[in-house]
């Protein structure tokens, strides 16, 4: 009764590593983890033996299965014992050994496995607790700088350069009316093109109209002008070319943003925007026609080092 009372656990014992391993295999992430962690729990079972994979396979396999081979042959032909008996008095003791060696060596197995699955827990508790920590470091740090400016940041440093610019250009204008018009592709982000025109607009003292085109898409004419003529990854810089202080504008912004400057003749105003009547026709216009992905010119550098 004991021995078939016996065989429903060990039986449910090999049903289970038989499904578990065919999950595993099934499964490629499962079956490289798994394999790395069965050669790592190897070398350090034969680490704690101080010896290799060949001087394992020699003192543990080789070395008994020969010894019983000799004693084989010893009962064979010296004691002139009988095939069947010469096998059961030396071959049975090497099987034995050899199989001793395996239950001992795999209990040792077992037992690094559940250490090395107990290690690899604890470090995988550290290691969530050390990026809790940055986590919570980084949402700290971005609550601070939805509030506070931080001066030596790349950002800042292009926005105060950016007013500058604009601020040279009032004085160069010398009071004379001025339009910045400004558009943009349905493929651009609008961050740049956006900081442009909310930053240029009250140091430059000039209508400011845009960014419109490709986002709004409310009136095809517009979105037809953003989009002819366009530059991917620049801005197109749209002047009269006797316009000494656009040139210089120009100039200033080259430094900040990819920038192209055109001297061909600029669409029809009355299409682009009204002006009260005093100042219409009077004015000097530039139109910066942003392209695809424009990026800042320190974000551009910056990406060049990282790769």
């Given amino acids: 009764m004991f021995k078939k009372w016996i065989y429903l656990p060990a039986t449910l014992v090999v049903a289970a590593f038989l499904i578990l391993t065919c999950l595993v295999v099934s499964v490629h992430e499962w079956r490289v983890a798994?394999?790395?962690?069965?050669?790592?729990?190897?070398?350090?079972?034969?680490?704690?033996?101080?010896?290799?994979?060949?001087?394992?396979?020699?003192?543990?396999?080789?070395?008994?299965?020969?010894?019983?081979?000799?004693g084989f042959s010893y009962s064979r032909w010296l004691r002139k014992e009988t095939w069947k008996a010469a096998f059961h008095s030396s071959i049975m003791q090497a099987v034995l050994t050899v199989l001793a060696v395996v239950i001992a060596e795999s209990a040792v197995f077992i037992f690094f496995s559940v250490r090395?699955?107990?290690?690899?827990?604890?470090?995988?508790?550290?290691r969530n607790e050390e990026l809790t920590g940055k986590l919570n470091t980084a949402n700290a740090e971005i609550a601070k700088r939805q509030q506070q400016i931080y001066f030596r940041d790349p950002a800042m440093g292009n926005l105060r350069s950016l007013l500058m610019d604009f601020d040279m250009y009032r004085h160069a204008q010398k009071g004379r009316p001025c339009v910045l018009y400004l558009t943009e592709t349905t493929n651009t982000d609008p961050s740049v093109a956006s900081q442009v025109a909310q930053f240029s607009n009250p140091i430059s003292d000039c209508f400011t109209f845009g960014p419109v085109g490709g986002p709004i898409g409310y009136n095809p004419d517009l979105e037809k002008i953003a989009l002819d003529g366009m530059v991917p990854d620049a801005i197109v810089f749209h002047m009269d070319r006797n316009?000494?202080?656009?040139?210089?504008?120009?100039?200033?912004?080259?430094?900040?943003?990819?920038?192209?400057i055109s001297y061909a003749p600029l669409p029809n105003r009355k299409v682009l925007y009204a002006l009260p009547p005093n100042i219409a026709g009077k004015e000097t216009l530039i139109w910066l026609q942003f392209g695809t992905n424009v990026?800042?010119?320190?974000?551009?550098?910056?990406?060049?080092?990282?790769?």
Avoid: C
Avoid at 295 to 307: D, F, I, L, Q, V
């Fill in 34 to 70: 798994a394999g790395r962690f069965i050669f790592r729990t190897w070398n350090e079972l034969i680490g704690a033996n101080s010896t290799s994979n060949l001087g394992f396979l020699l003192g543990s396999l080789v070395i008994p299965l020969l010894a019983g081979l000799l």
């Fill in 295 to 307: 990026k800042w010119n320190s974000e551009r550098w910056a990406a060049k080092k990282s790769n």
């Fill in 116 to 126: 090395g699955m107990y290690n690899d827990h604890a470090a995988l508790i550290k």
């Fill in 243 to 260: 316009d000494k202080a656009a040139f210089t504008l120009a100039g200033q912004l080259g430094s900040l943003l990819p920038l192209r």
